[in-house]
């Protein structure tokens, strides 16, 4: 078949679910994930075609696309901070507005991790049944940033910071087996050492020795009352577990961060969130409550407050 023509079908059964641009990015991408095929190949080979076997999984592709399934989920790929990331329906699809989260801690820090130890080998991902089992491990290494990301994913934050903050010891938790599974295997796409453990934020205790430097986490903050506005690609694909909280307590997991950080940061040590943007001043006030000194929220590319700093006194 030629290729021109299973562009077309792919207009003809997406255009009602999606913008026109949209399903051009679709197309060629999937071209180019399947078959190495460039996206300018119609406009040097127009009458290019394929065969039956390289048809058929762009074809299950456009079935999964009419059921507006994420397109990361079909190839199992995104991308974040320039880095290749696997992805599948244990965890969330990394977001821009999270890039930008990250941006800042990197602005904030890379000057500290410049001075930190050069020799620091970043080589290996490890994953943990229990925090306690990585105590010494925290207490004995105090070379460079200690930074602690809540609630991984696929560890896309973590592992972002850890290769571009090199000298940085990066641990990373998450409630979800699955999610960890994933996370390690980010890590080790992406050659890069951070220390993933199964815990519970809600039930997260840690000796007061153990500090971090840096805390950050973009927890579940979608309020059910929010549902209506989640597109369905995300509804009916991404993981409730890492989206959603109970309209009468939205900041469940704020809270439960907030205290373990006053615990567990080191003295001017830094807490950066991502937050829901009807709740910016909420949380904001959360960590006014808590002590939190020279707080900042700022707004992501689409004009929402999203992001939240503070520092422990």
Not at 83 to 107: A, C, D, G, Q, Y
Not at 209 to 236: A, M
Request: aromatic share 8%; charged share 30%; glycine share 2%.
């Amino acid at each position: 078949m030629l290729l021109k023509e299973i562009k077309t079908i792919f207009h003809k059964e997406l255009d009602k679910l999606y913008p026109n641009e949209e399903v051009d990015a679709f197309f060629y991408q999937l071209i180019e994930h399947y078959l190495q095929l460039e996206r300018f190949v119609l406009v040097l080979q127009p009458n290019v075609s394929i065969t039956k076997e390289e048809e058929q999984p762009l074809f299950e592709a456009l079935a999964q696309l009419k059921l507006e399934k994420p397109l990361q989920y079909i190839l199992g790929t995104a991308y974040f901070m320039d880095m290749e990331f696997k992805v599948n329906e244990h965890v969330l699809i990394p977001r821009p507005e999270t890039e930008e989260l990250v941006e800042w801690i990197i602005s904030d820090n890379s000057q500290d991790a410049e001075q930190s130890n050069p020799d620091a080998e970043r080589s290996r991902s490890v994953i943990s049944a229990a925090l306690n089992d990585r105590k010494s491990d925290l207490i004995n290494d105090d070379q460079g940033l200690r930074i602690l990301d809540i609630g991984t994913g696929s560890g896309c934050i973590a592992i972002a910071l850890a290769k571009k903050l090199p000298n940085a010891k990066v641990f990373a938790i998450d409630i979800s087996e699955k999610a960890l599974e994933v996370a390690q295997k980010n890590a080790e796409l992406n050659e890069v050492e951070v220390t993933f453990i199964k815990a519970d934020v809600l039930d997260l205790e840690l000796e007061p020795e153990l500090e971090f430097d840096i805390i950050v986490s973009n927890p579940p903050y979608v309020r059910e009352l929010e549902k209506s506005e989640i597109q369905r690609n995300v509804k009916d694909y991404e993981p409730h577990l890492a989206l959603f909280v109970p309209d009468e307590d939205a900041l469940l997991f704020y809270r439960a961060i907030t205290m373990f950080a006053q615990k567990n940061l080191s003295k001017t040590g830094s807490i950066y969130l991502e937050i829901n943007q009807y709740l910016g001043e909420e949380t904001k006030l959360l960590l006014e409550a808590h002590n939190f000194s020279e707080i900042e929220l700022r707004k992501d590319i689409f004009g929402n407050n999203r992001m939240l700093k503070g520092i422990k006194p």
